[in-house]
């Protein structure tokens, strides 16, 4: 499903931009530098904010804090900004196709990019870039102010002349828009608006802090096509600083009212030419587009959005689907040229329809739902300044109903740090920080008392996240984020973070809501829901005898879709796929526009009277929610794709491993989109299939059920620690008997100690055995090596060791490489004065790896037969007390 942006008529949309502006000024703003020794701020017209004398060379890094002085408009403007640490990924890399197909990729790029506050105003709002000028928008709680380099100054080091715009205010009530423009133009929301009572309830879940608090993070990738690159004059680095200047807008839009930061992961530039051919239709440019991601863009992101120097046919500044977040195919949006600050808000847009949020100007008129900021507007409105800076309550709504129904869940995954050095305050624990709340007003709200100065507070051990209360980590098995719906899973919290696991959910194909409907990306899909999401919760899908009567016949009343004039007959097996039909519905969807009127039929099936009604609903010229939509089932172990009923496992679900076969997860547990199980309570392992009771949760604060990795580790752990107990008391035990026996055997007399020999009972050492640990690599005369260490066997000898993986026995065979032969029915004897210490190197001819030795004797003592040892021991004896 696409939705579009800037969705206003042409001819309106082209006088906005000729009136956007009050006035415009040119100046040259300065940089205020802090003294040396002093408070006073000196100022200059050098507004360059590279790091002086960067060890680097390469004059990349931008200092943290800066403020400017742009004096317009009778008034003195005090920027104070701070870099936004939150714009690149650590893993943040730009790429250019040159010609002859040559790509040059750089990890990293130039970070100039800052948001603030203008002094003394802390309604105010600043971002800006610092590359080449200052370029990028403030806005004084009154009027918003766009400033950029002038054109024909742009050649020069410094930048010193600049133009300042002022805002207009220019409202085009929707009262006198055309009538065609209401009836096809307007763009209701997808997400219906719960009642405020509902959402209360919602708010008031077991689980301490739900979506709507929880910061999210879109992983953004922009690719800035041919014509994109042309009008930042043939520069690679131009046309990168202009598409991270818009994202730094975009991101301060979304970041206060939504929680939600956008993080650039990636960009591309195609200076060459065009890896597809620009249509004017942004709908086919998304088709294409999305097209190309999957089959050519390698990074992992939530969205990726392409900036297009083209100017789309009509109104439209743009596409991009409703709700396509996540998603390889549908998780991206085209938006065409503009002006920094028009396409920030443009590009806000596209990224709103992804993430579940749409326009509706129908409920805008009606007062029901209001954009508080008149003055300014609303971001996916069309009044009001040029630069909106809010949302709607209705689309914060929209957004949060999009959350819990179990979209977004990859909106959770936060980055594990960000491209720049470590600092404080920016919100990510970085290296060398114990904690990082954010800012100070941040903090105040959450972590004050934990954290101070990035450093944690006595006794602490986390200062926010879901998994931190009261400056302590949750007990594990905490749940953190509950599940929204049949197809999800909750989220627990592992015990020793502060982070709640990443947001998962049911592998697509489980069934849900009964056994009525299938998971699908995460939402449980039937006919009937899709009826009470477009006419009401009254309205219920009508009877199957409805879809067989009616969708075969290929009528308005009934069909599998529409080419061009002509409506499609289902096939019989497909019936159940095509023209949704549903009972009791009203005049007025509650969503979308109704294309055309809706058909009721009466059918009669064994005396029963069934009402078989429908209708198109269109959010846009292509979407038309009045049909069943993909992944509803339409069978046992059947789903609709494309108005055709197919088997389930013509998906090729991936599926969870499963030591019992037939099974997923061994049957005691569910597999997740990440293709992991997730096990039941007192179920643990990678595929759940061992037993482990425990206590009650509320006695120990632990739950197994929720990872299968943390489940592992606690049960190798405790049967590791077992064994090293038994091992002790056993080696113990051998100990006492040992001499226990040797007292025993030994007769009566006075005994010394044989210098050098201080623990042995041997008087001498056999022949052929050498005492010198240096010729530990000599042979034995009975053929054996002395050397305990072997080589890591060759490939080709891996066969030979183990078996399905594992080693073909677990007890060493006394085959120590030279002859390769196996002594049977003997043991070798260590002597009692040598340690040992396991290595993981394996021998060909050993089961069970080398043993790495320390011994003072290189080799262990040869057997010595029962009358052998009586001599000696006697000889000994003789030895010692002869002394």
């Known amino acids: 499903r696409c939705g579009q942006a800037g969705d206003a008529s042409l001819m309106e949309l082209e006088k906005r931009k000729e009136n956007r502006f009050l006035e415009r000024q040119s100046i040259v703003p300065l940089r205020l530098i802090y003294r040396s020794g002093g408070e006073d701020e000196t100022r200059h017209d050098a507004l360059d904010t590279r790091v002086r004398g960067d060890p680097g060379g390469r004059q990349l890094t931008h200092v943290d804090q800066a403020s400017f002085q742009v004096d317009a408009f009778g008034t003195s403007f005090i920027l ?22 040559k790509t040059v990729e750089v990890k990293g790029g130039e970070h100039c990019y800052y948001q603030g506050h203008i002094r003394g105003n802390p309604a105010s709002f600043v971002a800006l870039s610092t590359c080449h000028g200052l370029h990028g928008m403030f806005y004084d709680g009154n009027h918003t102010y766009l400033i950029e380099p002038e054109e024909n100054d742009t050649t020069q080091e410094d930048f010193h002349f600049h133009s300042v715009y002022k805002s207009r205010l220019f409202e085009f009530p929707l009262d006198d828009l055309p009538s065609e423009f209401q009836q096809v133009n307007i763009t209701p929301p997808k997400f219906i608006l719960k009642p405020r009572p509902k959402r209360s309830k919602r708010q008031l879940r077991r689980y301490p802090r739900n979506v709507e608090e929880e910061t999210k993070y879109i992983e953004l990738m922009i690719v800035n096509d041919h014509l994109m690159f042309k009008k930042h004059r043939l520069s690679v680095v131009h046309t990168n600083t202009y598409a991270k200047s818009v994202v730094n807008m975009a991101d301060i839009i979304y970041k206060d009212q939504l929680k939600t930061r956008i993080v650039l992961v990636a960009m591309e530039t195609w200076a060459t ?19 190309y991601r999957r089959d050519f863009i390698k990074e992992k992101s939530d969205a990726v959005h392409l900036f297009s120097g083209s100017q789309f046919e009509s109104s439209r500044s743009g596409a991009a689907y409703i709700g ?24 806000a847009q596209s990224l709103a329809h992804n993430i579940g949020i749409i326009s509706d100007k129908r409920k805008l008129a009606s007062g029901e739902c209001k954009c508080e900021d008149t003055w300014s507007g609303c971001i996916m409105g069309d009044t009001g300044y040029y630069l909106p800076k809010k949302f709607t309550q209705c689309n914060v709504e929209e957004y949060h109903d999009f959350l819990n129904s179990g979209g977004g869940a990859c909106l959770f995954n936060k980055p594990s740090k960000l491209l720049d050095p470590p600092e404080c305050g920016n919100g990510f624990i970085e290296t060398g920080e114990e904690c990082d709340c954010g800012t100070p007003a941040e903090c105040v709200l959450e972590g004050a008392e934990c954290c101070k100065k990035c450093t944690l507070t006595q006794d602490s051990q986390c200062s926010d996240g879901l998994c931190c209360k009261k400056c302590k980590f949750q007990p594990m098995g905490t749940v953190c984020r509950e599940a929204v719906n049949d197809c999800d899973i909750r989220e627990t919290c592992s015990g020793n973070s502060s982070q709640c696991a990443p947001n998962i959910h049911k592998m697509d194909g489980y069934s849900c809501d009964g056994v009525q409907g299938i998971c699908f990306g995460g939402r449980c899909k039937t006919r009937d829901r899709q009826c009470k999401y477009i006419w009401g919760q009254k309205v219920t899908a009508s009877d199957k005898y409805c879809y067989e009567k009616l969708n075969i016949e290929g009528t308005e009343k009934g069909n599998c879709g529409k080419n061009k004039d002509t409506w499609i007959q289902c096939n019989k097996r497909d019936v159940l796929c095509g023209y949704l039909l549903c009972t009791n519905i009203g005049n007025i969807p509650r969503l979308g526009e109704l294309d055309g009127e ?25 979407v038309d929610l009045g049909y069943v939509e993909d992944g509803t089932p339409c069978g046992p172990q059947m789903m609709c794709l494309e108005h055709r009923c197919l088997p389930v496992a013509s998906f090729n679900f991936s599926t969870c491993l499963s030591s019992k076969e037939g099974t997923i997860c061994s049957g005691n547990g569910v597999c997740s989109n990440e293709l992991k199980c997730v096990c039941n309570r007192h179920w643990i392992g990678s595929d759940c299939n061992t037993y482990f009771p425990h206590n009650d949760d509320a006695k120990t604060g632990i739950t197994l059920s929720g990872n299968g990795v943390a489940g592992t580790n606690i049960i190798i752990g405790i049967i590791a620690g077992t064994i090293l107990v038994l091992a002790l008391i056993l080696g113990i035990t051998a100990w006492g008997y040992k001499n226990y026996r040797e007292q025993r055997q030994l007769p009566q007399g006075d005994y010394v100690k044989k210098p050098g020999d201080g623990d042995s009972f041997y008087s001498d050492i056999p022949p052929g055995v050498s005492t010198n640990s240096a010729s530990s690599s000599k042979k034995r005369s009975n053929g054996l090596s002395h050397s305990w260490s072997e080589r890591i066997p060759d490939t080709k000898h891996i066969s030979d060791i183990c078996e399905n993986g594992r080693p073909r026995s677990n007890s060493w065979q006394g085959n120590l490489g030279g002859n390769k032969k196996k002594i049977r029915g003997k043991r070798f004897r260590p002597r009692s004065n040598s340690t040992e210490t396991l290595s993981p190197a394996k021998s060909p001819s050993s089961s069970t790896g080398s043993i790495a030795s320390s011994r003072k004797y290189p ?12 001599v000696n021991r006697q000889s000994a004896r003789l030895w010692e007390t002869s002394i």
């Open 598 to 622: 809706i058909t009721s039929t009466l059918v009669v099936q064994q005396g029963r009277t069934l009402n078989c009604s429908g209708g198109h609903v269109k959010l846009e010229e292509d």
């Open 859 to 870: 080799y262990p003592m040869p057997p010595l037969p029962d009358e052998e040892k009586k």
């Open 324 to 347: 396509g977040i996540c998603s390889l195919l549908k998780g991206g949006g085209v938006n065409e040229f503009g002006k920094t600050d028009l396409m920030a808000v443009t590009l």
């Open 273 to 291: 030419d065009n890896k597809f051919a620009i249509s004017e239709n942004p709908l086919i440019t998304l088709r294409e587009f999305m097209k």
């Open 80 to 101: 104070d900004v701070v870099l936004n640490h939150d714009l690149l990924s650590s893993e943040y890399v730009e790429r250019h196709i040159e010609h002859g197909g």
